[in-house]
C-alpha cells in the first residue's frame, strides 16, 4: 500500500508541481508589492498618528500638572511637577523632531505640522511663563498668562494634532483601499489558478481509489471538527496498519489530545484565578513545540495583567503590616499615579509611625501604662492614638482570653474557643479568632482530605510516565534507522550532484570552443568576400590592359606606315614602331591569359564563398545547440544541489529529532522519580496534620488513608490496560483535583 501511495501521489504531483510554482511566484510577487504598501502604511500613516496622539498626550499631561501646581501645589510638588514638565516638552519636541523626518515628502502634510510647531512654541513660552508666576505666588498673574498667550495657542495646537491625525487616517484609508484591491485582483488569479491545480488534482485523486478516499474522508472530518472547534466527537475506530492513511488519523488523534491538553490547562488557569489564586501558571514543559509557546504567551499574557497588581498588593500589604521600608516601584506613564500615590501615603504612615512603635515596644515589654501624645496629631491620626491609648488600657485582660486560645490551638486542639463578654474591637477579635479557629480546622481537615487525593494521583501519574517512557524509547530506535537510511540517501544524491557539476563544466568548455569556431568562420567568410571583391577588380584592370595593348598596337601600326611613307628618314621610327607594336601584342595576349585565368579565379572564389557562408551559418546552429545543452546540463546541476542540500537538511532534522526524543526519554524517567518523590511527601504531609484534633475531637487522617489505598491500588490496575482507560484514568484524577479546588472556595481572590 505504501509503494503504491507513494508513486500515485508522485504522478499527481508532476501534474501540479509547474503550475503550483507559477502560482507561488505570482504570490510571492503579490506579496512584495503588499509588503511596500503596508510598510508605507504602518512607517508613515500609523507611526505618525500614534506621535501625534504622544504628543497630545504630553502636553494634555503638561496643562493637569499645572492645574495640579494652582490647586495642591507645596515648593517641592511644584518643583517635582515643573521637572516633569520639562520632560514632557522634551519628548513633545523629539515626537515633533520625528514627525517633520518622516512627513518631509508630503507637503499638505508639512504645512500642517509647521502650524502646530508654530503654535506650540508659543504654548510652550506661555506655560513656562506662567510656572514661573506660579513658583513666585503670583496665581492671578499666571491665570492671565494662561488666558492671553496659553490657552488659544493650546487649543489651535490640539485642533492640528486632531487635523494632522485625521489626514494620516484618511491617507493610511486610501492605502487599505489600494491594497485591498491588489489583494482581490491577486484573489482572483489565484482562485483561477487553483481551479486548473484542483481539476488536476482531483482527477489524480480518482485513481487514488475507494480505500484511500475513505482513509483520506476521515481524516478530513476530524480536521474539520478540530477547526470547528469539536475535541470532544467519537472518532471512531481505530485504524489499523501501518501506511499513511493510518498514520494520518493517528497523527490527527494527537492533535486533538494536544489541543484538549492545552485547554484543559487554560481552563484550570481560569478556575484557579477566579478562586483568588492569581499566581497559578499553566505548566509549560509539559506541551511541546509550538504548544509550549501557546501556554508559554498565555502565561506572559496573564503575568503581564496581575503583575503590578500583584505588586501593589505586595506593597499594600507590607504598609499593612507597619513595614515601611520598601517603596514602590517607579512606573511610567499613567501608571506613575500609583506610584505618586503610595509614596504619599508612605509618607503619611511614617509620620504616626513613631508612636505606635513606641506604644507596640511599650506594650510587647508587658508596660500598658504607656501613652501616646495626640497632641503630635491631628484629625483621624490623633484619633488613631487616643484609640489606641484606650486600647492599651483595656488591653490586657482582653488579650489574656487571647492567649489561652493561642495555647489551645498551639497545643493541636482547634475546638477551643474564646468566651465572655467583650465590647468594640475586642468583640471582633473574639469573634475573628473564633472564625480563625474554625477556618484552621476546616482548612487542616481539606488538607488531610487531600493528602491522600494527592498520594493516589502521584501513583498514577508515576505508573503513566513508566509506559510513556518505554514508547518514547520505541520511537528513539526508529528514528535512529530513519536517520541511517537518509545518511545513505544523502551520499547518493551527493554523488549525483557532483556528476551533474562535472557534465555541466564539460558542456560549458564544449559550448566555449564552438563559439570560437563559429567567430574563426565568420571571420573566414569575411576574408572570403574581401577575395572575390579584390578578383574582381583585378578582372577589370586586366581588362582596362586589354584595351589599352590594342590601342597601343593599332597606334604602332599607324606609326610603321608613316614611317614607310617617310621612307630613309623614318626607318629607325619603323624599327621602334615594330618592337612597341610586338609588345602590344605579347601584352595583348599575356592580359587574355591572366584575364582568362581571373574569370576562373573569381568564379572558383564565388563557389568558395559560398561554401563559407553555409558552414558559417551550420556553426551559429551548433554553437546555439551547445549552448542550450550547456543551459541544461547548469539546470540540472543547480537542481541536483538542491537536491542534495534538501535531503541534508532533513537528515539533520531526523538526527535532531532523535536526539529530543532520547532527551523526553530521560525527562519521562524524571518525572517518574518526581511522581515517586511527590507520594512519599504526601505520606508525610498525612502523617503531619494528624496532630491536629478537629470537629469534636475526631480526626480525618484515618478516614483520608482507609480512602488513599484503594485508590492506590485502582492506579496500579488502570496502568496496564490500553490507551482508553489511560484516559479514564486521565478523568478521574482531573475528578479528584476538581474537588479538592471546590473545598478552597471560601478563599477571596485578590
Known sequence: MLATIKRKFLLALLGTLIPSILLCLFLLHSLHGSKDRVGTLYNRDFTGSALASSIDGQLTRVDINILRMIAIGTPDTIAQWKQENETRFTQVESNIAQLKRLLSNESDHTAQLQKITASYALMHDGMRRQVELIEAGDIPAGAEVNRTQVKDNANATFAGLSTLRDELGRSAKLRYEQQQEANTRAMILSAIALALIAVGGISAALVL????????????????????????????????????????????????????????????????????????????????????????????????????????????????????????????????????????????????????????????????????????????????????????????????????????????????????????????????????????????????????????AASEIAAGNQDLSQRTEQQAANLEETAASMEELTSTVRQNAEHARQANQLAISAAGVASQGGEIVSKVVGTMAGIEASSKKIADIISVIDGISFQTNILALNAAVEAARAGEQGRGFAVVASEVRTLAQRSTAAAKEIKTLIDDSVQRVAEGSTLVHSAGATMSDIVAGVQRVTDIMGEISAASQEQSKGIEQVNLTVTQMDETTQQNAALVEEATAAARAMEEQSVQLTEAVAVFKVDGGVTRPARALAAVAPARKAGSGKAKTTAPVTSNRHATRQTHVAVAASDGGNWQEF
Request: hydrophobic letters at 40%.
Open 209 to 456: 481509489g475507494n480505500t484511500i478516499s475513505r482513509a483520506i474522508r476521515r481524516a478530513v472530518g476530524e480536521v474539520e471538527k478540530l477547526s470547528n472547534g469539536v475535541l470532544d466527537a467519537d472518532a471512531g475506530p481505530k485504524a489499523t496498519g501501518k501506511d499513511e492513511t493510518v498514520q494520518l488519523a493517528n497523527a490527527v488523534d494527537r492533535i486533538r489530545d494536544r489541543l484538549k491538553g492545552v485547554i484543559a490547562a487554560q481552563v484550570e488557569m481560569a478556575r484557579q484565578h477566579d478562586a483568588g489564586q492569581i499566581s497559578y501558571r499553566m505548566d509549560e514543559s509539559a506541551f511541546p513545540g509550538q504548544y509550549g509557546h501557546m501556554v508559554r504567551d498565555a502565561n506572559a499574557l496573564a503575568n503581564s495583567h496581575v503583575q503590578v497588581m500583584t505588586r501593589l498588593a505586595q506593597i499594600t500589604g507590607r504598609y499593612a503590616v507597619g513595614d515601611l521600608s520598601e517603596d514602590m516601584d517607579r512606573l511610567p506613564g499613567e501608571k506613575a499615579v500609583l506610584t505618586e500615590t503610595m509614596d504619599q501615603v508612605k509618607r503619611n504612615l511614617t509620620a504616626i509611625n513613631h508612636e505606635i512603635s513606641h506604644l507596640a515596644e511599650a506594650a510587647a515589654a508587658g508596660d500598658f501604662g504607656v501613652r501616646g501624645d495626640t497632641a503630635r496629631f491631628q484629625h483621624d491620626f490623633r484619633t488613631m492614638v487616643e484609640r489606641l491609648n484606650a486600647l492599651m488600657s483595656t488591653a490586657d485582660g482582653n488579650l489574656q482570653s487571647l492567649s489561652a486560645l493561642l495555647k489551645s490551638i498551639a497545643a493541636g486542639d482547634l475546638t477551643a474557643r474564646m468566651t465572655g463578654t467583650f465590647q468594640g474591637v475586642f468583640a471582633q477579635m473574639r469573634d475573628d479568632a473564633n472564625t480563625t479557629a474554625a477556618q484552621l480546622a476546616e482548612i487542616v481537615g481539606r488538607i488531610q482530605q487531600s493528602a491522600g487525593a494527592i498520594n493516589s
